[in-house]
């Protein structure tokens, strides 16, 4: 029974893996027929509303009114920022360069819990592997500079980089237990709070657009986004996390991005030269380096959380 368990952990993570990578490119597809902020209203009002349905039914308590604050608070973080954001991001750049920004959370969630936190418990393998993860992006837009960019391709680098840091603080939040609920209820909140937000951002910002003029392309892109990327891939998750050893069910989050480009060149004619995927093994090796180093001290917890896809 426990090499069964063993055997559906590794087509778990095979699952997590995969989807989470096409997430990406996915996105890419349902953009071209509806407007990113509006796409991701969508996905986060549908997939949080049935994980709600869901745990309500499992007689799963309301969250009390200092829940739903703090939920609010997460909403903003972890849906409307890092997903929003990073949905947003992929009208101006490729589905591999924003799945590599996406993977760099673990980065920045080292240096936001020195400088902010107070963590102290840094050592030569967590700063190694921080300089090796900033060279590996260094080859990637070195390779990147040279060519002739659509207009706000510096817009979606700032937009990518906001939504990969919102997530980053986020995840340190719930790490520490900023709420304490089940927190797979608490996600659905959160996806449907900030669906109403995103669904406002929309109806202001962008030329909103009626399912009866959606493609046929993009409502089927979107509906792998939520179905596939939102329910079916955090279920494999979480069942990869109950049945594997964290750092083996954590490397999901090295494999997205490979996953993302590979997909995105052969699906979309995505640029992926040499010095892309060389930049791309360096910089995944340096997230590697911080997360084993983190979780030597203990913390691995802060890197282990879910990705904004």
Same mark, same amino acid.
């Given at each position: ?87 947003? @991001? ?79 603080? @986020? ?139």
């Amino acid at each position: 029974m426990l090499l069964k368990s063993k055997y559906k952990a590794y087509i778990a993570l095979a699952t997590t893996s995969i989807v989470w990578g096409t997430t990406w490119v996915a996105m890419k597809y349902a953009i071209k027929g509806i407007p990113p902020l509006e796409l991701a209203s969508i996905r986060q009002f549908i997939a949080g509303s049935l994980f709600i349905i869901f745990f309500l039914i499992k007689k799963e308590s309301l969250p009390t009114l200092h829940q739903f604050i703090k939920l609010i608070f997460l909403a903003i973080l972890t849906f409307a920022m890092a997903n929003g954001l990073s949905t947003w @991001s992929m009208k101006y750049l490729s589905s591999g360069l924003g799945a590599l920004i996406g993977a760099l959370y673990p980065l920045s969630v080292v240096i936001m819990e020195y400088f902010f936190f107070k963590n102290n418990k840094i050592n030569i393998i967590t700063i190694s592997g921080i300089l090796i993860g900033i060279g590996g992006i260094v080859f990637v837009f070195y390779d990147n500079a040279f060519d002739v960019h659509p207009k706000g391709y510096l817009f979606g680098l700032c937009l990518a980089i906001i939504a990969m840091l919102s997530w980053s603080l @986020s995840s340190i939040l719930i790490a520490k237990k900023y709420i304490k609920m089940n927190p797979y209820f608490g996600m659905g909140w959160q996806m449907l709070l900030s669906s109403i937000l995103l669904g406002l951002l929309s109806f202001f910002n962008e030329k909103t657009i009626t399912l009866t003029n959606i493609s046929i392309n993009s409502l089927l892109a979107a509906g792998y986004l939520i179905f596939a990327g939102s329910i079916v891939a955090i279920i494999a998750f979480v069942y990869s996390m109950k049945h594997l050893n964290p750092a083996i069910a954590v490397l999901y989050a090295y494999i997205n991005p490979i996953v993302a480009m590979v997909t995105g060149s052969l699906m979309l004619g995505e640029k992926l030269t040499t010095t892309i995927i060389f930049g791309s093994i360096i910089t995944l090796i340096g997230v590697y380096l911080v997360n084993f180093s983190m979780s030597k001290n203990k913390q691995r917890e802060l890197l282990d959380v879910m990705p904004d896809n």
